[in-house]
């Protein structure tokens, strides 16, 4: 079974400066899809960004960007020029390509924004 | 935004009453899913659907049926709601057609069991 493992319970950043979350999975699968969703106090889960395994561009979105490592199994998240609406939490997780598309989970990272 | 609703919002029941909720989604997707988020668990998925009448059981299960007679509705059933099942109850939409295999959310339940 896929597993996904957030090592960063909480983070904190200063407005307008940089940060990374990380996140590592553990797959026998070649073929798969991995994404950062981020929760704000709201509750509602927005994706943030998704990776398809078999690219090797990673991508962006905005101020939002993510470095793949497959052959290391991570996948990193890293928010440029934070902002105080970046405040939430953030889920990695993993989805088989194909078939029923069930998504893993990882714990969460909560991340603080300081004015 | 997704066409995908959650009812009820907010629940609060007694120990070994039987409780239902229910996901209502207006987009026609085949891929229908309940998670619970727990803190310091992230959300883990209890049950999904690939199309009506078709079920199938996921990480926690336990406790836990659904049902889905129509496309839109996606119901998870509580038999003999037990302490452990408070939670926030997340329901999800998905459809093979999207090849971003995006997962839609809706704006979840929180149930608490007294």
């Known amino acids: 079974a896929q597993t996904v493992t957030q090592s960063q319970p909480e983070m904190s950043v200063q407005e307008a400066e940089t940060v990374t979350l990380s996140c590592t999975y553990d797959?026998?699968?070649?073929?798969?899809?991995l994404f950062w969703y981020k929760q704000p106090p709201s509750r509602q889960m927005i994706l943030v960004i998704r990776q398809e395994a078999y690219k090797q561009q990673n991508a962006t979105e905005n101020r939002f960007s993510v470095n793949f490592q497959k052959a290391a199994k991570s996948f990193s998240l890293k928010i440029s020029d934070s902002q105080l609406g970046d405040a939430a939490m953030y889920f990695c997780a993993y989805s088989s390509q194909g078939g029923s598309e069930k998504l893993v989970f990882g714990k969460g990272t909560k991340l603080t924004v300081n004015p | 935004d997704a066409g995908i609703t959650q009812s009820p919002r907010h629940k609060v029941t007694e120990t070994g009453t039987p409780v239902t909720l229910r996901c209502h989604q207006t987009?026609?997707?085949?891929?229908m899913y309940w998670y619970r988020q727990d803190p310091g668990h992230g959300l883990r998925l209890i049950h999904y659907s690939y199309g009506v009448k078709d079920t199938d059981k996921g990480e926690v299960s336990d406790g836990y049926s659904v049902s889905r007679s129509k496309t839109e509705d996606f119901l998870l059933t509580l038999e003999s709601a037990t302490s452990s099942q408070t939670s926030v109850y997340f329901c999800?939409?998905?459809?093979?057609?999207?090849?971003?295999?995006?997962?839609?959310f809706g704006p979840g339940t929180r149930l608490t069991v007294t």
């Open positions: 797959t026998s699968e070649s073929d798969y899809y």
């Open positions: 999800a939409i998905s459809d093979l057609g999207d090849p971003s295999y995006e997962q839609y």
């Open positions: 987009e026609n997707h085949r891929y």
